[in-house]
């Protein structure tokens, strides 16, 4: 499994960014898939996860109603639209793949069930 994660930037307090993450490999329709992040110094918190139809979302109470997820099974790739940002999204975001929602929610960099793109770091300035 490869997942590829990209778009990341600067960008000023309240503006958007739109991250991508491009699957391949035994990644598949059917996979959930989630987002996550990763300040310094800070675990990898859980922003949120899609299931393979894409007609299930879970956020995280700390992005809900500023991130959305989305996924075009026909391109694998799945994206983290960010609006409102604010500096303390500050970090680097990941893409990671599981078999089911549930395994996304509860994820850690060490869970066996699940599979972790690169990272694209994100700086929201103030």
């Known amino acids: 499994v490869q997942l590829q994660a990209s778009g990341g930037g600067l960008v000023q307090a309240g503006g958007s960014l739109r991250l991508s993450c491009v699957a391949s490999g035994l990644v598949s329709s059917r996979s959930a898939m989630g987002w996550f992040r990763q300040a310094p110094g800070k675990e990898r918190d859980f922003l949120g996860g899609?299931?393979?139809?894409?007609?299930?979302?879970y956020y995280a109470d700390s992005v809900k109603g500023r991130f959305t997820i989305s996924r075009d099974n026909a391109k694998n790739t799945v994206y983290l639209q960010m609006n409102s940002l604010k500096p303390e999204d500050t970090a680097v975001y990941y893409c990671?793949?599981?078999?089911?929602?549930?395994?996304?929610?509860?994820?850690?960099?060490?869970?066996?069930?699940?599979?972790w793109g690169q990272g694209t770091q994100v700086t929201v300035s103030s």
């Open positions: 990671a793949a599981a078999d089911k929602l549930h395994n996304i929610v509860v994820a850690t960099p060490s869970h066996p069930s699940v599979s």
């Open positions: 899609i299931i393979g139809s894409g007609g299930s979302t």
